[in-house]
């Protein structure tokens, strides 16, 4: 048994929700409508740019790779909708519960005002540490890691040795699927997180692969990866992928010392009971 050989994972296009959630962040809540806020997260379909942007990486796919293995999508309308938009050849897509979007909960699809007013105490924690926040009744990025995204490599790995599998998903599954594959501490984890280069953007996809870029060489593990995002041009108008230099990473391995740098890098919240 062994993992794939290349895995593609790719977020949604644009969706509804995304556009009432970005008005939102904007200081619009003119979306946040009875009829809006009652709608299942399931149930969001794409925008007219969420299918232009499939249509845009779906056809850098093929580029890449006529066909695939194995074709997984997450249930919710939107990641169907994209899966299809995309055009795959031949693709014979199966529907699997564990690429879902993460659960948010009692404060899916409501205003910022609205979240801060009722969970004041749990609005804070998700400023102050994203890895491990869980909103009421939902999901933490390390539940999401430590539960589905472990549930998905396990299969993979019993089901996909040296196959080459793409799977349409959701922003934070990725997030947590980039935790768990690359072995990546909370402090990068919370660095990745805070900054516009690992922004994860509608469509985005990410490609996992056991083959070293350079050589073509198998190893073992997932070693490498390389993001491809679909990018408006404002000159042309037209939808094109901007593809990123391959990187390489590796399980970290921490000494003693290595364990002492991280703690000391921490200053004490208790200070005089520090010595």
């Known amino acids: 048994m062994g993992m794939p050989l290349d895995l593609y994972v790719i977020r949604h296009g644009e969706s509804e929700a995304n556009v009432i959630v970005e ?70 897509w199966e529907e699997t519960r564990v690429l879902r979007e993460r659960s948010w909960g009692e404060i899916s699809t409501v205003t910022q005002q609205v979240f801060r007013d009722n969970y004041p105490r749990n609005w804070m924690f998700k400023r102050t540490d994203p890895l491990y926040w869980r909103p009421p009744a939902g999901e933490s990025i390390a539940d999401v890691a430590e539960d589905r995204v472990h549930n998905l490599l396990t299969s993979l790995n019993r089901r996909a040795e040296a196959e080459s599998v793409v799977a349409v998903s959701h922003g934070d599954f990725m997030l947590a699927l980039m935790l768990t594959l690359e072995d990546i501490s909370d402090e990068e984890f919370l660095r990745r997180s805070d900054s516009d280069e690992w922004k994860i953007t509608n469509c985005t996809c990410f490609h996992y692969s056991r083959r070293d870029p350079n050589t073509g060489r198998t190893s073992q593990r997932v070693r490498w990866e390389q993001t491809a995002r679909p990018v408006l041009n404002a000159q042309t108008g037209r939808w094109e992928v901007k593809v990123d230099e391959w990187r390489e990473f590796q399980r970290p391995m921490l000494s003693n010392g290595d364990l002492v740098d991280v703690v000391h890098s921490v200053d004490p919240h208790l200070t005089q009971f520090a010595r």
């Not at 850098?60 to 997984?72: E, I």
């Open 23 to 92: 008005a939102g962040q904007q200081g619009d809540d003119s979306l946040y409508t009875q009829d809006n806020v009652t709608v299942p997260d399931r149930s969001w379909r794409l925008t007219a740019t969420g299918r232009k942007q499939a249509d845009c990486i779906g056809r850098w796919l093929v580029s890449q790779q006529q066909l695939f293995d194995r074709y997984l999508v997450s249930p919710y309308v939107r990641t169907r909708e994209t899966a299809a938009t995309m055009a795959l050849p031949k693709a014979k």
